[in-house]
Structures are given as C-alpha cells and as structure tokens.
C-alpha cells in the first residue's frame, strides 16, 4: 500500500539558512500533520491542514510556516534556522474521519 | 493539561517472554489511544489504537485494552521476538475537535536470543 512520502530524507543546513521539508500524502488522504522529534525525545505535534486550510496549531515557531496545496501535499518552511532545530521531522496523513494518523519516514534536519 | 506516561525503559527480555509496557493517560476529554512503534532509523508505525472505553485493539500479537477507570492503555504480548526490538509510544488524540496526537516519551524494547 502506497505510504505517506517524504523528502528530503535528509538535510544539512547552516546556522540562519531556510529549509523547506516537503510531504505527499497518502492517496485520497486529504488532512496533512507536522510533528517533530528531538533526539530522544517524543514527537511534538507543530501544526496541521485540512482541505487547504490550517485546521490546528502546536508548538510552531514563528520562524517556520506550513500550508498545503491544491494535491493535498504539504511543505513546511523553517527560516533562521537554530542549532535546536535539528531533528526528525515527520509528517502524517488522515483520511476525511482524521480518526488514526499514518506517518511517513521522516526528513532528518541537521544544522551546523 | 492531557499527558501521557510511559513506563521508562529499556525493557530487557528473552525471546518468547512475555511483555508488558505500561502507559497511563490523562484527559479532560474523551481520547482515542494509540500505541506507535519506531524501528531504528525509521519513521512511527501504527501498531494498534482504541477509540473508547474497554475496546481492545491488536495487531501482529500486541494487545492494549482501554481502561477508563485506570486511565490505562498497556501494551501487551504474550511472546516477543527479536524482531521486536524497537521503540514502543503510546499516543492519545484529546478529543474529537482537536488534531495533534500526545505522546509518551517511548519505551525502548530490546529482545535477546
């Protein structure tokens, strides 16, 4: 069965650079989730799409931004990047019901 | 405010022993629960979940019933392989009309021959 994609799998950035992580949904799914997990640590919720528009928001920072397109693939910008923005950052997909939250491989953010 | 706690590990065992990771919720609400697995250097699997009080889920021998008046969703299987060996979080959405998932802080699993 065909997976939430997403990419790039990995990224290395300077210290006050921009990074655009991108995320394809599953087919038919159209509500896209960001989270992102420190090392060793759990997964905190950032911020989510249904249909287009933001439908709920976490711990963002103001520095990063999201939105989803007409496809239903999501990206995420995180600008002036910090040294604790290294992590896994995941992205989820839900069918309509957003009853059960299937996520993707995950892109590893590195800055130097 | 909605949490979860995990059990810390590692949980050390044999193969074929039986496992127990225990995790209690709090909610003001009522949550879906649901327990995620992450292999090593990949991303979280869904393993099972439990949408109200006293359902059970399962999948691949893992077993977690809902237990309202425990505030509980442990995780349990009655043999475990090697391949099991990963990390286990338990996860619960606070209600219907919001969208993030709170996590455990994970369970570190690790199965010897």
């Known amino acids: 069965a065909a997976g939430v994609i997403q990419s790039p799998r990995h990224l290395i950035k300077e210290k006050r650079e921009t990074a655009t992580l991108k995320c394809y949904p599953i087919?038919?799914?159209?509500?896209v989730y960001w989270y992102q997990q420190g090392p060793g640590q759990d997964p905190q919720f950032l911020i989510s799409f249904y249909e287009k528009m933001q439908s709920d928001k976490g711990s963002i920072p103001d520095r990063f931004s999201a939105q989803q397109f007409s496809d239903y693939h999501s990206e995420l910008n995180m600008s002036s990047l910090e040294l604790g923005d290294s992590a896994l950052y995941f992205c989820?997909?839900?069918?309509?019901?957003?009853?059960?939250?299937?996520f993707g491989p995950g892109t590893r953010l590195t800055v130097l | 405010g909605d949490s979860v706690t995990q059990m810390e590990g590692p949980v050390t065992l044999s193969e074929e022993a039986f496992l127990t990771i225990n995790c209690t919720y709090t909610?003001?609400?009522?949550?879906?629960l649901f327990w995620y697995v992450q292999y090593p250097g990949e991303g979280l699997q869904l393993l099972l979940k439990?949408?109200?009080?006293?359902d059970k889920g399962s999948n691949k021998g893992f077993e977690a019933t809902y237990r309202k008046e425990t505030t509980s969703f442990h995780l349990e299987k009655g043999s475990v392989q090697v391949s099991d060996s990963a990390v286990y979080f338990c996860?619960?959405?606070?209600?219907?009309?919001?969208?993030?998932?709170?996590f455990g802080t994970g369970t570190r699993l690790q199965v010897f021959p």
């Open positions: 909610a003001t609400g009522y949550p879906s």
């Open positions: 087919p038919r799914h159209d509500t």
């Open positions: 989820a997909s839900s069918s309509t019901s957003r009853d059960t939250q299937y």
């Open positions: 996860a619960l959405r606070p209600s219907y009309n919001t969208d993030k998932l709170i």
């Open positions: 439990a949408t109200k009080a006293d």
